[in-house]
C-alpha cells in the first residue's frame, strides 16, 4: 500500500524499492511485477523493465503485454512494439488504450491510412476522451455526407497545440459550403473568431450550442479529408494575422532591435504525460545565452526550480506577464526573428503564424513530429532538433547553439511582420 502511495506521489524510486521487497515475500504476484516495470519506466530505465514485464505477463498480468510494448517504442523499437500492441489488442479486444498507442504508433511512421483510421475508432472507447468532448446528440461528420448548405459544429477534443494545428482544415469545410460554427478553449477564441472560413466561434464554456446538421471533433479532420503524409495541407501561415497595433505596441516594449531576437520555451504542462521526456530546466536552455542575440521569454508560469536562475539572467526580456491572451503571444511571436521552443501550443503558434521556429524534441516524439526528418510536412517554417538515444537535452542545445550563432554571424535572420 505504501508502494501504491508513492506511484500516486509521482516518487517512483522509493516505490520501485518498496515492491522489490514486495516481490521478495510474494514472487508470484503478477501485479507487482507489472508495476516494477511501470516505476523502471517512468525513471526511463526501460531495458530494466522490460523484464519485469515478461515476469508479470508470464504471471497472467493482461496489462504486462501493453505496457511492454510502451517500453519497447521509448526504446525506439518500433516493429516490436507494435506487435505487442497488436497481441494487446488480440487478447483484450476493449483494450482501447493499446488500440490508441497502436495508432499513433502508426501515425508517427507514417502510415497515415491506418494511423487515422485506428485512432478514430480507439477514441470513442476511452473515458477521459469522451468526457472532454461535448455531449451532442446530432450525427457525427465522417467526411462523406454532402455538407454544401449545412451547418457543422466543430469542437476541440484534446489540447491547445491540437487545435492550432487543425484548424487549417476549417476553411477547408467552410471550402465545401458549410457553415461552420468552431467551438474551442476559452483562451483561444480571439485569436481563432477571424479564422477564414469561420462563421461563428464560440468558447468552450458556453451552456448552449446553436443548431447545427453535424458535428465533427477537430482532430478527427484529418481523418476526414483523408490526410496522407505526401499531401498534409501545410500553407506557410495559416492563423489570422495578429492586430498591427498590437504587434507595434510589442516591437516598442522590446526595445531596439539592433541584433536577431529569439523567443525561448523550456517547458510545457507539468500535467501532460509526458511531461518529463518533453520539458527541460531552464539552466539548460541558458546555455544559449552567450550567442549575440536578444532573448526574450516566451515561458508562462515558469516552474519554481527555474524562477530564482530566470531572475539570475538580465540577458533574459521577460514581459510574460503582459501575455495575457493567445493574440497577445501571436503579437509577440510576429516581432521575434525565430522562436526556439519544446513541444508546446507556442511552438504550433509560432509555426501555424509562419514565423521560423526551431522545437527540440525527445527521442521518441509525438506522433505528429515524425522520425528521422530535420522538417515538419505541416509547418514549413519549422526546424525540428531530436534527442538522440542519449535522451540528453543539453547535446540538443549545443545543436541549437551551433546553428544559431552561426545563422546570427551569418545574417540569416530578418525582421518582418506576417
Known sequence: MRAAALLSLGRHAEALSDLERVRLRDPTNADTCNQMGNCLSALGRYDDALSSYD????LGDKHAVKNKAIALEHLGRFDQAM?????????DANDAHAEWNLALLQLLTGDFEAGWAGREAARWKIPVLVAGYPKLSGPLWRGTEPIDGKTILVCPDEGL???IQFVRYVPMLAARGARVILIVQ???????SHLPGVAQCLPKSATTVP??????????????FGTRLAAIPAETSCLPVPPPDRVATWDQRLGPHDRPRAGLVWSGNPRHPRDRARSMPFRTMAR????????????KD?????????????????LTAHLTDFVETAALVCCLDLVITVDTSVAHLSAALGRPTWILLPYVPDYRWLLDRDDSPWYPTMRLFRQD???????????????LNAACRGGSFRSRTP
Open 211 to 224: 443548431s447545427y446538421d453535424f458535428h465533427c471533433p477537430l482532430t478527427s479532420l484529418p481523418l476526414a
Open 55 to 58: 515476469k508479470a505477463a508470464a
Open 83 to 91: 506487435d505487442g500492441y497488436r497481441r494487446a489488442v488480440a487478447e
Open 161 to 163: 497545440g491540437d487545435v
Open 186 to 192: 476559452d483562451e483561444l477564441v480571439p485569436l481563432l
Open 302 to 318: 515558469p516552474r519554481a526550480d527555474d524562477k530564482p536562475a530566470l531572475l539570475e539572467r538580465t540577458d533574459v526580456i521577460d
Open 288 to 299: 544559449l545565452l552567450d550567442v549575440d542575440a536578444i532573448f526574450v521569454s516566451l515561458q
Open 389 to 403: 538515444q542519449r535522451r540528453d537535452y543539453g547535446h540538443v542545445i549545443e545543436q541549437v547553439r551551433t546553428e
